[in-house]
């Protein structure tokens, strides 16, 4: 029945529209498996609920394509992906088209997903893993990651502050829910950094998301701070590597309109779509990646549950702050920059 309701209320908004667009409807993605599987769970659904042709480009990150599309009227983009950083500037910026909460609903939404310009879509878990064949008993938290002694071995890391810093004070023992609160202390920032000067001689810093499975699978690192999709992943191919899910940092992509798209009257109905459960699950049953909407866990086995960053997974997770480090990234950026290369 909401599927029948969701491509009635894109239907209406296809009417409306009146076929006024010189363009078919233009969505940027990141391109990959992950765009493939936002195409089958998202795109084409509705596309064909609203009676519209779409083609697809890639966004590769930043601003200033968007930004020159405002700024000269030439808005050739319409719906886009983003990082949570990045749409929030976008947003304060007046780049993205503001959107209705009233008209889309935002019932079984995660905490932080629903924001004025765009909503999270896609829930990635941010954490560490292991290869099985390492430990004889298995690492638990955060504080076994930060333990050299209990849990010998090289530690592969990104080699940024943002979420380096929170996983350290969770492994000192500050609640997820409190991180930020510690965080926006020099106390909190000293401490963080006293946990990773305790294992500072085991870093191996990675730039790629594929770099931790290679290093863990190989028995280059014994533990490395990874994406949950990438090992997810690697265990479906058959590599010994598990995702610690105690205390994971969860951080969303979202989903945006371009400020002045000729298909602004699709908006709310192409909203609907990417947030009903049912497509969502379906997303997350193609890539490792979580549902921003909790309801959406009803439709998919236990046996994908378990890999992602929904349910049970994320009860003890901690949620990322977007907003703390658009105001703090330079001047940790600065400290730890410092701190890695002395």
């Known amino acids: 029945m909401r599927a029948i309701k969701v491509a009635a209320f894109v239907a209406a908004a296809a009417s ?15 391109g990959g498996n992950y765009q493939d599987a936002q195409r ?11 009676g519209l042709s779409f083609v697809e480009t890639t966004y590769l990150g930043g601003l200033a394509e968007i930004k020159a599309m405002v700024e000269t ?29 009233e008209a889309i609903g935002q019932d079984g939404l995660l905490p932080g997903a629903a924001t004025p310009c765009g909503v999270g879509n896609v829930v990635i878990g941010n954490g560490y893993a292991y290869n099985t064949e390492a430990f004889p008993e298995p690492p638990q938290d955060w504080a076994d990651f930060f333990d050299p002694e209990k849990f010998p071995g090289k530690r592969g890391a990104r080699n940024t502050p943002n979420m380096n810093l929170e ?7 500050v609640p997820p829910d409190q991180v930020y609160e510690v965080l926006s202390t020099p106390e909190g920032v000293d401490r963080a950094f006293a ?17 931790p ?3 863990l699978a190989s028995n280059n690192v014994a533990m490395s701070t990874a994406y949950n999709g990438r090992i997810v992943m690697a265990k479906r191919e058959g590599k010994p590597l598990e995702f610690v899910w105690k205390n994971h940092l969860v ?13 602004k009257d699709h908006l709310t109905a192409f909203f609907k779509v990417v947030n009903d459960p049912e497509n969502q699950a379906k997303f997350s049953s193609l890539m490792p990646y979580g549902p921003a909407n909790a309801a959406a866990a009803e439709f998919l086995t236990p046996e994908i549950l378990a890999d992602l960053p929904a349910g049970d997974n994320i009860a003890e997770a901690a949620f990322y702050s977007d907003e703390f480090w658009i105001d703090h990234l330079d001047e940790l950026n600065e400290r730890w920059s410092r701190w890695s290369t002395q």
């Open 40 to 50: 089958s769970a998202y795109f084409e659904p509705f596309a064909e609920a609203a």
């Open 73 to 101: 009227g030439n808005v050739t983009w319409d719906f886009l992906i983003m990082g949570g950083a990045e749409l929030q500037l976008a947003c304060d910026e007046g780049l993205l088209e503001e959107l209705d909460w």
């Open 167 to 173: 996983f350290a004070l969770m492994a000192d023992g």
């Open 195 to 211: 946990q990773w000067d305790r294992i500072k001689p085991l870093l191996q810093f990675w730039e790629s998301g594929a770099q």
């Open 16 to 30: 409306a529209a009146g076929g006024a667009q010189a363009r078919d409807l233009t969505i940027a993605g990141w």
């Open 251 to 263: 951080n969303m992509d979202g989903w945006a309109m371009v400020k002045g798209s000729p298909f």
């Open 213 to 215: 499975v290679e290093w």
